[in-house]
Structure formats: C-alpha cells, structure tokens
C-alpha cells in the first residue's frame, strides 16, 4: 500500500490533493515533502497550527536570509538564480521593512476604493459574457476567469492593453517552474518589460499604481528600483491568478451540482456568503508563500530546527473536519467561517477585497444569464495547475445555455 505522505507535492498530488491532505491531517499537523527543486520543506495542514502559523514571528519571510537558504537547499542542478517571486516584495519581508512596504500599497486597495470599483467590474463582466457563444464547447478559464481579473489588475496598475495578454504565459511559467530555466526566462522578461515600463510612467505620469510608485508618497517615503520591480511582480501576478482559480474552481463545484448553480440565481443575496464558501472549499491559494524557521519551533509535536523552509497549506487547513463541520462539502448557507484562504495576520492578502468583488460579479452574472450552463468535461478530464503556492484548473470546458 502506498505510503500517503511520500505523494505530497509528488506528481500523483495534484489532482487528489484533498484526498492526501485529510489522510496527512489524521496522522499529524506537520509533515516533511521535497520540492520540485529538490529543496525539502516542512508543510503545516491542519487549521489551528496553520492560523497560528501564519501570524507567527518565528516563521520569518526576510527574502535576503530566505533565498540563502533555498539556494542552499535545492538541487545543485536548479542553479542559483531565483525568480522575481522571491524578490524584495512585501509578502518576502518582516517588519518594519514590511510595514514600510505595504503602507505604500495600502490606500489603493482599501475596501471603500475596492467598491467603488464595481461599475467597472459590472461594465467588464457583461462584456466578456456577450462574446461567449451559447451550445457549444469552450474554456471558461480563457475567455472569462483569465481576461477579467487581467485587464483590472493591469487597468489599476497603469499596463497598456496590447501588453496584457503576454502575462498569461509568464505567471504560469513563473509559478509552475516546470523546467526551472523556463520560469526564469519569464522572469527576466518581466523584468525588462516592467523597467520599461516605469520608464514611461515617470516620463508621462498617469494616474495608475505604477505612476504613484514610481514616484514620493506623501511623507516622501519612495521604493527603490529594486522594490518597485518587486512590487510589481506582486501585484500583477497575484492581482489576477487569485481571481483566474476562485471563479474558475467556483464555477468548477457549481456546475457540478446544478440545484447550488440554480440557488445563487434564484437568491443573490447569497452571493457574498457563496464567494466565502468557494474559498474555503476549494481556495485560490494551495500554499502560503515560503517562510523559514529563525529559530527551533514545535508545532503539533513536531520540532522543526532552524533554517528550514516552511510551507502553510491553506487547501488543506480550510478542510480541516476538527474546525468545519462536514468540511468536505460546500455549503452555500455556510455562512462566514474564518477561513485561511487569504491568509491571516500580518501577511493577510491585500487584494482580497478586489478578489471578493470580482467573484460574487462574475458568479452573479454567469448563474443570471446562463441558467442551463453545465460543464463539458468529466472529473477525470479536469487537470489542476502543479504550482506550489496557486490552486486552480488548467481549463474548464463548459457549455453555457
């Protein structure tokens, strides 16, 4: 019999993950795996060990002392070079340098500016959704849950539209580095564009992200080039993926039973408790991004020494049947549950506001129009991404009537 604990973040994971992690969860919270890289990492599972990880101190994200250790510990034949997710971003610091970091971003995503979004959001929905044919096969992922949260993130951000559609290539070659030179390839492509890219905010400033960034703030407080670039790999990777997977994996268990597809048509006021739900069913994080113990640390009777490369499973935690009742089905009358899909604490995600909005539109829109929509492709057939820390299908065939 196979050895559960030997498949975690092995090639046959993927697309039972929620299999393996509740058999991982009833035999400890803390459980040991190898990354594709070759660099071994602790995985924490259970919810009451992964919330408190996630606010933990001693589980430090500095990126200069965490990518000495990655390097250290992956397969010489990965190389050194890592790719602009590990940079000087505020997700890979500590404070104050976090503090620092995410002030700046913070008054462009607070919840009153997040709302005042949703006749734009409203406007882009409808739109996407007048091109869809009806009858016939076609991937909802591309023509809807990819170029919504897309062109938002890059409308925020200040990128041109003929320069959108590039992203789609590079986020998921930088977030399933499968081979590692592919990703750093779209790293260093990133990288060129966004230099450019700043160039021009500075030499005709516009009134997006980028623009405000590239210039002072109001106490004069400024990122350096380093920052900048970092942050904005931040943003527009994890602007779009998180929104590409929740209405992707929403649509996914939907569809799936048609009587919940039906509920959010027929009673839209549980659109907001229905987008919370998808998120702790089937999250658009697998993982926390990497953490790495500054000191030993137990957790779950487990001792984990210094130095070590720590993972927080946030699929695995918001299935965790000792803090949800019936945790494996998705129950639109849940209510809100505290889930970990976002985070929790210091790190919590920025943009989950903007997330949350883009979800229950488009959840709105498409249980509204498209009544008698069902998937067009068996569960066998849907394959899930293979990237550590993003958690969503590769397509989803779908036929909307």
Same mark, same amino acid.
């Given at each position: 019999?196979?050895?559960?604990?030997?498949?975690?973040?092995? !090639? +046959?994971?993927?697309? *039972? $993950?929620?299999?393996?992690?509740?058999?991982?969860?009833?035999?400890?919270?803390?459980?040991?795996?190898?990354?594709?890289?070759?660099?071994?990492?602790?995985?924490?599972? &259970?919810?009451?060990?992964?919330?408190?990880?996630?606010?933990?101190?001693?589980?430090?994200?500095? %990126?200069?002392?965490?990518?000495?250790?990655?390097?250290?510990? @992956?397969?010489? &034949?990965? +190389?050194?070079?890592? %790719?602009?997710?590990? =940079?000087?971003?505020?997700?890979?610091?500590?404070?104050?340098?976090? /503090?620092?970091?995410?002030?700046?971003?913070?008054?462009?995503? /607070?919840?009153?500016?997040?709302?005042?979004?949703?006749? *734009?959001?409203? !406007?882009?929905?409808?739109?996407?959704?007048?091109?869809?044919?009806?009858? !016939?096969?076609?991937?909802?992922?591309?023509?809807?849950?990819?170029?919504?949260?897309?062109?938002?993130?890059?409308?925020?951000?200040?990128?041109?539209?003929?320069?959108? &559609?590039?992203?789609?290539?590079?986020?998921?070659?930088?977030?399933?580095?499968?081979?590692? #030179?592919? =990703?750093?390839?779209? =790293?260093?492509?990133?990288? $060129?564009?966004?230099? #450019?890219l700043f160039a021009a905010k500075r030499a005709a400033p516009g009134e997006d992200l980028i623009s405000a960034l590239t210039g002072a703030s109001a106490d004069e407080d400024r990122l350096t080039e380093e920052e900048l670039l970092a942050t904005a790999f931040l943003l527009i990777v994890a602007g779009h993926e998180t929104t590409v997977n929740l209405v992707g994996n929403g649509a996914r268990w939907l569809l799936a039973e048609p009587a919940k597809w039906a509920a959010l048509r027929e009673r839209p006021e549980l659109l907001p408790d229905a987008v919370e739900e998808v998120l702790r069913y089937d999250g658009p994080l697998r993982m926390s991004t990497h953490r790495f113990t500054a000191e030993d640390v137990t957790i779950g009777g487990t001792t984990i020494p210094a130095g070590e490369l720590v993972l927080?499973?946030? /699929?695995?935690?918001?299935?965790?049947?000792?803090?949800?009742?019936?945790?494996?089905?998705?129950?639109?009358?849940?209510?809100?549950?505290?889930?970990?899909?976002?985070?929790?604490?210091?790190?919590?995600?920025?943009?989950?506001?903007?997330?949350?909005?883009?979800?229950?539109?488009?959840?709105?829109?498409? /249980? *509204? @129009?498209?009544?008698?929509?069902?998937?067009?492709?068996?569960?066998?057939?849907? @394959?899930? =991404? *293979? +990237?550590?820390?993003?958690?969503?299908?590769?397509?989803?065939?779908?036929?909307?009537?």
């Open positions: 019999m196979t050895d559960i604990r030997t498949e975690l973040l092995t !090639e +046959g994971y993927w697309d *039972r $993950a929620a299999e393996v992690e509740r058999a991982l969860r009833e035999q400890a919270p803390v459980h040991r795996a190898i990354q594709r890289d070759g660099a071994p990492v602790w995985v924490i599972g &259970s919810f009451a060990e992964a919330r408190a990880a996630l606010n933990d101190p001693r589980l430090a994200k500095d %990126s200069d002392r965490l990518n000495e250790i990655i390097r250290a510990k @992956r397969d010489p &034949s990965a +190389g050194q070079e890592l %790719s602009g997710l590990f =940079s000087k971003h505020m997700l890979n610091a500590d404070p104050p340098d976090h /503090t620092r970091l995410r002030k700046l971003l913070a008054r462009d995503f /607070t919840v009153r500016r997040i709302a005042a979004l949703r006749p *734009r959001v409203q !406007e882009l929905v409808t739109g996407l959704l007048d091109e869809l044919p009806t009858g !016939e096969p076609l991937d909802l992922i591309e023509r809807f849950a990819f170029p919504l949260p897309i062109t938002v993130i890059c409308e925020l951000l200040g990128v041109p539209e003929g320069d959108r &559609s590039r992203f789609r290539e590079w986020t998921a070659a930088l977030l399933v580095p499968d081979p590692i #030179e592919q =990703s750093l390839t779209a =790293s260093r492509e990133m990288a $060129a564009f966004f230099h #450019e927080i499973n946030l /699929t695995s935690a918001n299935r965790d049947g000792e803090q949800f009742e019936q945790a494996d089905e998705l129950d639109l009358d849940r209510g809100r549950t505290g889930h970990l899909a976002f985070g929790h604490g210091l790190h919590h995600c920025l943009g989950a506001p903007l997330a949350r909005l883009e979800g229950e539109v488009a959840f709105q829109e498409l /249980t *509204r @129009r498209f009544p008698g929509a069902r998937l067009a492709a068996g569960e066998a057939e849907l @394959r899930r =991404s *293979r +990237g550590l820390v993003m958690n969503g299908f590769l397509a989803l065939p779908v036929v909307l009537g």
